[in-house]
């Protein structure tokens, strides 16, 4: 099956990623941008109060931040970050993200080189 993607990924085409976010009142609202073999991007709405956990993710992220403020836990602290922020976290980082003036919207590309959990 493959996946649904806001970009097809045999064609060049640019996308409008304010008029692509879908924001709600309440909760996340995910949307898969691209995803290949190589790569994939997401772009997250989370509204003001919403957070994620920690966790880790086997592959690099790199994070832009594109409207509104949020925290993000790593290297044992919390951070604010703005639109505008990019914010890379190497694989096996452990991470969490919290919506503190929502809605807050960023961009996550992950790559594909995933790294064995168990070293």
Do not use: C
């Not at 099956?1 to 996340?28: C, F, S, V, Y």
């Not at 997250?44 to 994070?63: K, M, N």
């Not at 403020?69 to 969490?96: D, S, V």
């Amino acid at each position: 099956m493959i996946p649904r993607t806001l970009l097809p990924t045999n064609e060049a085409r640019a996308l409008d990623l304010a008029g692509a976010t879908q924001a709600a009142d309440a909760g996340i609202v995910s949307r898969t941008v691209l995803q290949t073999p190589e790569v994939r991007v997401v772009l997250f709405s989370f509204a003001e109060g919403q957070e994620l956990t920690e966790h880790r993710s086997s592959r690099r992220a790199i994070i832009h931040v594109l409207s509104g403020t949020g925290e993000f836990e790593f290297n044992g602290t919390w951070h604010t970050l703005a639109a505008g922020t990019l914010l890379y976290l190497p694989p096996l980082h452990p991470h969490a993200v919290r919506a503190t003036r929502g809605p807050f919207t960023l961009l996550l590309t992950l790559t594909a080189e995933p790294v064995d959990p168990k070293p």
